[in-house]
């Protein structure tokens, strides 16, 4: 198989996965709670990532973090936390799929800069027409899913 063509299956399924993880923790969180959900969620993940690590030997390498002086890259858990509470918040309120919208939106611009100025380690990637394009489509889009909750 197409190396590129796995990456676009693996990032498409990525996307179903948030979306539903994302329905399924709003649904919780109709029973337990906004931050019981995310609490449930974040225990479960604790588990799951423990049993991988026990039965992945060497794939926990703790001596390699980094010092405090790269404090960002300790940022991951928190960003996570707000994220999974963001999401449910925002669901019901918006719907699945205009929340999403805003969601992918604020990744495409996030992923637009980094990339472009090469932050954080990624590899630069300049701004050009093609993606340009790209994102008038993708706001286009944006607006007429926006739109098309409005009663005519």
């Given at each position: 198989?197409n190396?590129?063509?796995?990456e676009?299956?693996?990032?498409?399924s990525v996307?179903v996965m948030m979306?539903?993880?994302g329905i399924i923790?709003?649904?919780?969180?109709?029973?337990v709670?906004?931050?019981?959900?995310?609490?449930?969620?974040?225990v479960i993940n604790?588990i799951?990532?423990?049993?991988?690590?026990?039965?992945t030997?060497?794939?926990l390498?703790l001596?390699?973090?980094?010092?405090w002086?790269?404090?960002?890259?300790?940022l991951?858990g928190?960003?996570?936390?707000f994220i999974?509470t963001?999401?449910v918040?925002?669901l019901p309120?918006l719907g699945?799929?205009?929340?999403?919208?805003y969601i992918?939106g604020?990744?495409l611009?996030?992923?637009i800069?980094f990339d472009?100025?090469?932050l954080?380690g990624?590899?630069?990637?300049?701004?050009n027409?093609?993606?340009?394009?790209?994102?008038?489509?993708?706001?286009?889009?944006?607006y007429?899913v926006?739109?098309?909750k409005?009663k005519?």
């Amino acid at each position: 198989m197409n190396f590129l063509l796995l990456e676009i299956i693996i990032g498409l399924s990525v996307g179903v996965m948030m979306t539903l993880q994302g329905i399924i923790n709003t649904a919780l969180a109709n029973r337990v709670g906004v931050y019981g959900s995310v609490f449930i969620g974040v225990v479960i993940n604790l588990i799951l990532i423990t049993l991988i690590i026990l039965y992945t030997p060497g794939s926990l390498a703790l001596r390699n973090l980094p010092g405090w002086n790269k404090w960002y890259l300790y940022l991951g858990g928190v960003l996570g936390i707000f994220i999974l509470t963001a999401i449910v918040i925002i669901l019901p309120r918006l719907g699945a799929t205009q929340g999403f919208i805003y969601i992918i939106g604020g990744q495409l611009f996030a992923s637009i800069i980094f990339d472009h100025y090469g932050l954080l380690g990624m590899e630069k990637a300049p701004v050009n027409i093609t993606k340009l394009i790209g994102i008038i489509f993708f706001v286009m889009g944006a607006y007429l899913v926006t739109i098309s909750k409005i009663k005519v």
